[in-house]
């Protein structure tokens, strides 16, 4: 069974910078897609950022593109979204998950971590 587990949320003042870890077991990935999402209250899980684990292959919302870069360790089964430039609006409860299939649906993704909230203040 797949088991992904976040870590390194927080609070921050605008412009700063986080690091968000995504712990990943039960299985290997190399057939796996890996994507961020961001959620707030009341609105549907919204798309940030993925890659493809075996090609490292990125994709990333036009909301994030240029401050925030996902990545991962294949050796440590991790993955990471480097958060900079940090805005108020990107305040949300971010979760990581795995998916088969390709995509920015959320609906795609079979398997899901707790999620972190990221807090940014100004």
């Known amino acids: 069974q797949v088991q992904l587990v976040e870590s390194g949320g927080g609070l921050v003042q605008a412009g700063g910078s986080l690091r968000l870890s995504c712990a990943a077991s039960g299985s290997t990935f190399g057939g796996y897609s890996m994507g961020w999402f961001r959620q707030t209250p009341g609105k549907e899980r919204e798309f940030v950022a993925k890659?493809?684990?075996?090609?490292?292959?990125?994709l990333y919302a036009d909301s994030v593109k240029g401050r925030f870069t996902i990545s991962r360790d294949n050796a440590k089964n991790t993955l990471f979204l480097q958060m900079t430039s940090l805005r108020p609006e990107d305040t949300a409860v971010y979760f990581c998950?795995?998916?088969?299939?390709?995509?920015?649906?959320?609906?795609?993704?079979?398997?899901w971590g707790q999620g972190t909230q990221v807090t940014v203040s100004l």
């Open positions: 890659v493809w684990w075996s090609s490292g292959n990125t």
């Open positions: 998950a795995a998916s088969l299939i390709s995509g920015t649906n959320a609906n795609k993704y079979d398997y």
